[in-house]
């Protein structure tokens, strides 16, 4: 009889693996987007550096259908479809620490800090793409939604946590020091990966009992042709094309947020590196927990398109609020109320968005057509931090804020418009967190 957590068998399993997973690929992101820009911003580096921090960050997550259709290609089923790949990425986060930690830069080291992103950057896109494939494949459909609350919830924890930790650690504590302290808690999520089984027969490691399943024997391709073909077909449907149009407007705003925010907290609103960095992260730890209850609620009640349409419409009003409140916001409780309202809408479009791609992507190509939406959801991040910079910044916030709300009011229409995720599935019971 197997033992030990098996994904295919214990939805508590599945969902704490989710939210434990997504967890570990929200360190390096936290670490890039919220502690190295305001540390850089706390030192005076120019806002096109800050800028070029959160496009090099999410940079590697664009471009992950490469290892995306090698996985769908390549696999080892005795061990599942995806956690072979899983492992490796882990491995490759770990290593990418260590390096950094092996080197610290200061503030005035902007290339290096810039490959330093793009390094561990690349390892957490990886272990998303493992992630996202093994979700397409293992999750059921009526718990789509409540998974994609996890999945999210945990990646807003880890990139609070990171955050917070790489805020106060780069000015108390120094880079090298900062990144060397991190590798305990990926070596916490590795250790969890090498646990689990996808499946009841499969191996737990290489030299455990075991072989491949049915079920990831009939699913997996194993030739090129065939996934191209497969994907390509999917990904043409008029609903996918609309996802993707939606995507690029949408994301595009939000990287030109995610850019603003760290700046306008060192130069509007007083903070430091590290006060920032306390400040967001425990601002988005406690908005992950709402988001987890929230992002579900919303994908059961209204199914995951009109709830979508309606977050990022309502992030347009908030973005509103940025540029005509200033007198408002610019105080330290009120500017932590903002925060914390960017924060609920960051993680809650994830969330209730999610299960579009997943409600779209074919099994048999999971990995590859999953995470073309995703990569395809990233790039824009980076373009819309770029445009930031070029439209002006803080000295055209007019300008900047209104590019803003005009890409996220078209990306919700498109939203709007497609077809599916209206369906109303079975109901789950919104998960309580304590």
Same mark, same amino acid.
């Given at each position: 009889?197997? @033992?030990?957590?098996? !994904?295919?068998?214990?939805?508590?399993?599945?969902?704490?693996?989710?939210? *434990?997973?997504?967890?570990?690929?929200?360190?390096?992101?936290?670490?890039?987007?919220?502690?190295?820009?305001?540390?850089?911003?706390?030192?005076?580096?120019?806002?096109?550096?800050?800028?070029?921090?959160?496009?090099?960050?999410?940079?590697?997550?664009?471009?992950?259908?490469?290892?995306?259709? +090698?996985?769908?290609?390549?696999?080892?089923?005795?061990?599942? /479809?995806?956690?072979?790949?899983?492992?490796?990425?882990?491995?490759?986060?770990?290593?990418?620490?260590?390096?950094?930690?092996?080197?610290?830069?200061?503030?005035?080291?902007?290339?290096?800090?810039?490959?330093?992103?793009?390094?561990?950057?690349?390892?957490?896109?990886?272990?998303?793409?493992?992630?996202?494939?093994?979700?397409?494949?293992?999750?059921?459909?009526?718990?789509?939604?409540?998974?994609?609350?996890?999945?999210?919830?945990?990646?807003?924890?880890?990139?609070?946590?990171?955050?917070?930790?790489?805020?106060?650690?780069?000015?108390?504590?120094?880079?090298?020091?900062?990144?060397?302290?991190? !590798?305990? +808690?990926?070596?916490? +999520?590795?250790?969890?990966?090498?646990?689990?089984?996808?499946?009841?027969?499969?191996?737990?490691?290489?030299?455990?009992?075991?072989?491949?399943?049915?079920?990831?024997?009939? /699913?997996? &391709?194993?030739?090129?042709?065939?996934?191209?073909?497969?994907?390509?077909?999917?990904?043409?449907?008029?609903?996918?094309?609309?996802? #993707?149009?939606?995507?690029?407007?949408?994301?595009?705003?939000?990287?030109?947020?995610?850019?603003?925010?760290?700046?306008?907290?060192?130069?509007?609103?007083?903070?430091?590196?590290?006060?920032?960095?306390?400040?967001?992260?425990?601002?988005?730890?406690?908005?992950?927990?709402?988001?987890?209850?929230?992002?579900?609620?919303?994908?059961? /009640?209204?199914?995951?398109?009109?709830?979508?349409?309606?977050?990022?419409? =309502?992030?347009?009003?908030?973005? *509103?609020?940025? !540029?005509?409140?200033?007198?408002?916001?610019?105080? @330290?409780?009120?500017?932590? &109320?903002?925060?914390?309202?960017?924060? #609920?809408?960051?993680?809650?479009?994830?969330?209730?968005?999610?299960?579009?791609?997943?409600?779209?992507?074919?099994?048999? &190509?999971?990995?590859?057509?999953?995470?073309?939406?995703?990569?395809?959801?990233? *790039?824009?991040?980076?373009?819309?931090?770029?445009?930031?910079?070029?439209?002006?910044?803080?000295?055209?916030?007019?300008?900047?804020?209104?590019?803003?709300?005009?890409?996220?009011?078209?990306?919700?229409? +498109?939203?709007?418009?497609?077809?599916?995720? =209206? /369906?109303?599935?079975?109901?789950?019971?919104?998960? &309580?967190?304590?």
């Amino acid at each position: 009889m197997p @033992t030990g957590p098996i !994904l295919s068998e214990s939805r508590p399993v599945r969902l704490f693996t989710f939210f *434990l997973l997504y967890f570990g690929q929200g360190l390096p992101v936290g670490t890039a987007t919220v502690g190295f820009t305001a540390w850089l911003a706390a030192n005076g580096a120019p806002e096109a550096d800050v800028a070029a921090i959160v496009a090099a960050a999410y940079l590697p997550w664009s471009f992950k259908f490469i290892p995306a259709a +090698v996985m769908d290609r390549y696999a080892w089923l005795p061990m599942g /479809r995806r956690r072979a790949w899983l492992i490796a990425s882990q491995a490759l986060m770990i290593a990418g620490f260590a390096i950094a930690a092996l080197i610290g830069p200061g503030p005035e080291d902007i290339q290096v800090i810039l490959y330093i992103v793009f390094l561990i950057g690349t390892g957490s896109a990886i272990q998303d793409v493992a992630v996202d494939g093994l979700a397409v494949d293992i999750l059921p459909e009526r718990e789509q939604g409540t998974a994609s609350a996890f999945m999210f919830g945990g990646q807003a924890v880890g990139i609070a946590v990171s955050g917070a930790a790489a805020g106060a650690g780069l000015q108390y504590l120094g880079s090298s020091t900062t990144f060397l302290l991190f !590798l305990p +808690v990926i070596l916490i +999520v590795t250790l969890w990966a090498l646990i689990i089984k996808e499946r009841p027969e499969e191996k737990r490691l290489p030299w455990s009992r075991g072989k491949a399943s049915p079920v990831n024997l009939e /699913r997996h &391709v194993g030739a090129w042709w065939p996934i191209a073909e497969a994907t390509f077909r999917s990904m043409i449907k008029p609903d996918s094309l609309k996802l #993707l149009g939606a995507a690029l407007l949408t994301r595009t705003a939000g990287g030109m947020i995610t850019a603003m925010w760290p700046i306008i907290a060192v130069v509007g609103a007083g903070y430091t590196s590290a006060g920032f960095g306390a400040m967001f992260s425990t601002a988005k730890l406690a908005m992950a927990v709402a988001a987890i209850a929230i992002g579900s609620l919303l994908t059961m /009640r209204l199914g995951p398109r009109i709830a979508t349409m309606l977050v990022y419409l =309502s992030l347009a009003l908030l973005v *509103l609020f940025i !540029l005509y409140g200033g007198s408002i916001w610019v105080g @330290t409780v009120a500017f932590i &109320v903002v925060s914390c309202l960017w924060a #609920l809408h960051d993680t809650v479009s994830s969330i209730v968005s999610n299960p579009l791609r997943m409600q779209l992507s074919d099994p048999n &190509v999971a990995a590859t057509q999953f995470t073309i939406y995703n990569s395809l959801s990233n *790039l824009p991040v980076s373009l819309g931090a770029t445009l930031y910079a070029i439209f002006g910044g803080t000295e055209e916030l007019a300008q900047v804020v209104w590019t803003m709300v005009a890409l996220l009011v078209a990306g919700s229409a +498109v939203y709007g418009w497609m077809r599916i995720g =209206s /369906r109303h599935v079975e109901a789950e019971p919104v998960p &309580v967190v304590n």
